[in-house]
C-alpha cells in the first residue's frame, strides 16, 4: 500500500495543524497505513507535492497513493461524511 500525506511541522497556521491531526487520527483508527512526508524540509517536497496536485499554491495536508492524487483535506473530509475513504483513497 501507498498512501503517502504531506504535511508540515512548520506552520504557523491552526487550522492546517489541526485538519493534519485530524487526517492522520482517522487514518489511524481505521487501520490504514501511510507514509508521512513532510514538507518542510525542503522547498523541493512542497514543489513536488504541489506538482502531483496540479496545483501551484496547494497546501497540507494532502494525499495521495503512490503518485495518484486523491484530495486534500477538504475531500477526505466529505469522504469520510459518506463513507467512501476505500475509493478517494483509490484502494477499493
Not at 47 to 63: W, Y
Request: charged share 25%; glycine share 6%.
Amino acid at each position: 500500500m501507498g498512501i503517502k500525506l504531506y504535511y508540515t511541522t512548520v506552520t504557523a497556521s491552526r487550522t492546517v495543524k489541526s485538519q493534519q491531526a485530524e487526517v492522520m487520527r482517522i487514518l489511524e483508527s481505521k487501520s490504514i497505513q501511510y507514509e508521512l512526508i513532510d514538507i518542510s524540509v525542503g522547498g523541493e517536497l512542497r514543489d513536488e507535492m504541489r506538482s502531483k496536485a496540479g496545483n501551484p499554491s496547494a497546501v497540507p495536508p494532502q494525499l495521495f497513493n503512490e503518485d495518484q492524487y486523491c484530495g486534500d483535506y477538504e475531500m477526505f473530509s466529505d469522504a469520510v461524511e459518506d463513507d467512501t475513504m476505500d475509493q478517494f483513497l483509490k484502494m477499493a
